[in-house]
Structures are given as C-alpha cells and as structure tokens.
C-alpha cells in the first residue's frame, strides 16, 4: 500500500519500497549500525546484514488509521551503547523522511537484531 499525499494540482503516491530504500540509507549512515537486518531471521538465515538492494527486508512500511509507522531492524556493533544508537537513528531517520518526502510519521520504532563485533 503506497502513501500518499493531497496536494492542491493532485496527489503524490509514494511506495512502501522508495521508504524503505530512504530509511534504509539513513540508519546505516548512522554511527554503531552495522546495516540493517532480516525481519524474520529464523526463516530467513541467521542475521545477516542486507544490502542496499534488499533493504525492503529490513525495514518495515505500515499504514494505519492514526498515520505511518516505520519498524527498522538494525544490526548494532559490539561495544556501542545500543539505547544511543537506536534514539540516532530515530532521530535521523525521521528528520530524512520529513526532509525527503514532507510527510509526518507517527512512530519510528527500532528492533536491534543482533550486536557484532567489527
């Protein structure tokens, strides 16, 4: 399901796979973040780190009644304060899509799949 959004000359639709690559981009700029992880790791392998072109794996797009939410699965590297880390790339992340798309998300929640050691 696309979002979308009125603009007085028409509408703007924009994919699930386009936020996905643009959330996807700005967590693993992030420092600590490895890159980011499988949703279901237990089907999918062990955690392994996604490359960009598989971000949609990672990430998340979900939109409900109260607005957009965004779940991001991210590998942390070994020795970092995760609480940190996870609260930059929120931030981050939000300030993206805000920035990129103009359009407000309701909630971007962090899933730390794994930690690494670099």
């Not at 696309?2 to 007085?8: C, E, G, M, Y």
């Not at 981009?25 to 973040?33: D, H, S």
């Amino acid at each position: 399901m696309a979002v979308s959004k009125r603009l007085k000359k028409g509408s703007v639709s924009v994919s699930p796979s386009a936020i996905a690559a643009i959330a996807g981009n700005a967590a693993t700029e992030c420092y600590g973040v490895l890159g980011l992880a499988s949703q279901t790791p237990f089907r999918d392998g062990i955690n392994e780190l996604l490359r960009s072109d598989n971000y949609q794996k990672g990430v998340l797009v979900k939109q409900t009644k109260f607005g957009v939410e965004i779940n991001l699965y991210i590998i942390v590297a070994y020795g970092v304060k995760i609480t940190e880390v996870a609260s930059e790339v929120q931030k981050k992340v939000r300030y993206v899509l805000k920035k990129t798309l103009d359009i407000n998300f309701r909630a971007v929640n962090i899933y730390v799949q794994s930690t690494k050691v670099i």
